[in-house]
């Protein structure tokens, strides 16, 4: 899983302005870490209305709640012609079908 970086934030542990980092998640929440000097971890995660709260601060920081499964974008496909009938092979005559039905013979 990428950790791409949504933004930074102003670490509230050691104030370094935009020192900490916003990645989402496991479940594609915010959650920060500070890479200037103290390495404080920030999770936002694991509270909707905190989430909430977060993005509306900072817009660039909400983009999933959790990923939807399924959901899958419609497409059209085309429908394949129905198959050509296949000729219809008319029964041969089985040449042995004497020996199968043997005409009874009184
Ligand atoms: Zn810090």
């Given amino acids: ?6 933004g930074h934030i102003d670490c509230p542990a050691c104030g370094t302005v935009k020192g900490m980092r916003i990645t ?3 479940n594609a929440e915010p959650f920060g870490f500070c890479e200037a000097e ?3 971890q920030l999770r936002i995660g694991g509270n909707p ?3 909430q709260q977060f993005v509306k601060r900072h817009p660039w920081a909400g983009t999933v709640t959790a990923p939807t499964p399924a959901v899958k974008p419609v497409t059209v496909t085309p429908t ?3 198959p050509a009938p296949k000729p219809v ?3 041969v005559a089985n ?3 004497f020996l ?3 005409k009874a013979t009184a």
């Fill in 80 to 82: 394949a012609p129905p």
């Fill in 95 to 97: 040449p042995f079908d």
């Fill in 1 to 6: 899983m990428s950790k791409e970086i949504l």
């Fill in 100 to 102: 199968l039905h043997p």
């Fill in 49 to 51: 209305r905190r989430v």
């Fill in 24 to 26: 989402h998640d496991k």
């Fill in 38 to 40: 103290c390495g404080q």
């Fill in 89 to 91: 092979k008319k029964p």
